[in-house]
T-cell receptor
Framework: DVKVTQSSRYLVKRTGEKVFLECVQD?????MFWYRQDPGLGLRLIYF???????EKGDIPEGYSVSREKKERFSLILESASTNQTSMYLC?????????????FGSGTQLSVL | AQSVTQLDSHVSVSEGTPVLLRCNYS??????LFWYVQHPNKGLQLLLK??????LVKGINGFEAEFKKSETSFHLTKPSAHMSDAAEYFC????????????FGQGTTLQVKP
């Protein structure tokens, strides 16, 4: 089975801190994604990546950046955390870009910014 | 642009009764549609997907969905609810740009009463 591992299940940070969320997949998938999940809003795409060192903005990239130095690892960076970034963050991966490709999700990181 | 609307934010059924979770989509092309499920404190898991091969799609755990182009709907059903079906369900459409991006609905929380 594909495994997508997010480094932390719960994280508490202070306003203005730089925050790193790490995600690792073990199935050599090309695509990796970062979503945030908020009640009543579903999942919204922050950034995604097709390949090492490649990144594309999703629907809500403001306040975030990403890094993909190795194929299996995709990091989400909050340069200066704010309270409106308190959310559940979900990492996902897929084998390739096809429209029928399913995503494999990690268990999520619940981030609280105080 | 593609979008999905889940018509109910919360559905409550009794164990052993049918389940209906409603989803309408908007797409400028022939869409690829999915249902994902998220159990408490677990990652999202694919239930089923529509890929134009057949309008009635069977998924895991006894769920199925029917693609109705004339109604732009992709409702999820199950004949008999089980307590373990209590979860949040997301209707999802694939982005037309063939990037592998998925667009999520707002989610429907299914409550199953004994």
């Amino acid at each position: 089975d594909v495994k997508v591992t997010q480094s932390s299940r719960y994280l508490v940070k202070r306003t203005g801190e730089k925050v790193f969320l790490e995600c690792v997949q073990d199935m050599d998938h090309e695509n990796m994604f970062w979503y945030r999940q908020d009640p009543g809003l579903g999942l919204r795409l922050i950034y995604f990546s097709y390949d090492v060192k490649m990144k594309e903005k999703g629907d809500i990239p403001e306040g975030y950046s990403v890094s993909r130095e190795k194929k299996e690892r995709f990091s989400l960076i909050l340069e200066s955390a704010s309270t409106n970034q308190t959310s559940m963050y979900l990492c996902a991966s897929s084998f390739n870009r096809g429209i029928y490709e399913k995503l494999f999700f990690g268990s999520g990181t619940q981030l609280s910014v105080l | 642009a593609q979008s999905v609307t889940q018509l109910d934010s919360h559905v409550s059924v009794s164990e052993g009764t049918p389940v209906l979770l409603r989803c309408n989509y908007s797409s400028s092309y022939s869409p690829s549609l999915f249902w994902y499920v998220q159990h408490p404190n677990k990652g999202l898991q694919l239930l089923l997907k529509y890929t134009s091969a057949a309008t009635l799609v069977k998924g895991i755990n006894g769920f199925e969905a029917e693609f109705k182009k004339s109604e732009t709907s992709f409702h999820l059903t199950k004949p008999s609810a089980h307590m373990s079906d209590a979860a949040e369900y997301f209707c999802v459409v694939s982005d037309a740009s063939n990037t592998g991006k998925l667009i999520f609905g707002q989610g429907t929380t299914l409550q199953v009463k004994p």
